[in-house]
Nanobody, 117 residues
Framework: QVQLVESGGGLVQPGGSLRLSCAASGSIFSIYVMGWYRQAPGKQRELVAAITRGDSTNYADSVKGRFTISRDNAKNTVYLQMNSLKHEETAVYYC???????????WGQGTQVTVSS
């Protein structure tokens, strides 16, 4: 089992920045991929960014060049630095890890990001 605790959401103006954090605990030795998804009202949950144990990264096209995912293995934490935020990126952001040989999904509780003037 893996437990995830997210932090860093909030209200930001368009063009502003936020950094999300997600700390993992439990069976962390079996984590292969850590990432962030988001879900806006009335829309499906979508991948924002992910990073593998080997530090390979993957980003949604809409955030490339503006968002950066990173991980601190010593702290078992993944970060999402979000710059130049847009109104349409208002959503609940969820931390996700894939763990074990079956790449079982674990989810955080979600953190609200609101981009508004």
């Amino acid at each position: 089992q893996v437990q995830l605790v997210e932090s860093g959401g909030g209200l930001v103006q368009p063009g502003g920045s936020l950094r999300l954090s997600c700390a993992a605990s439990g069976s962390i030795f079996s984590i292969y991929v850590m990432g962030w998804y988001r879900q806006a009202p009335g829309k499906q949950r979508e991948l924002v960014a992910a990073i593998t144990r080997g530090d390979s990264t993957n980003y949604a096209d809409s955030v490339k060049g503006r968002f950066t995912i990173s991980r601190d293995n010593a702290k078992n934490t993944v970060y999402l630095q979000m710059n130049s935020l847009k109104h349409e990126e208002t959503a609940v952001y969820y931390c996700n890890v894939k763990s074990g040989s079956s790449l079982k999904n674990y989810w955080g509780q979600g953190t609200q990001v609101t981009v508004s003037s």
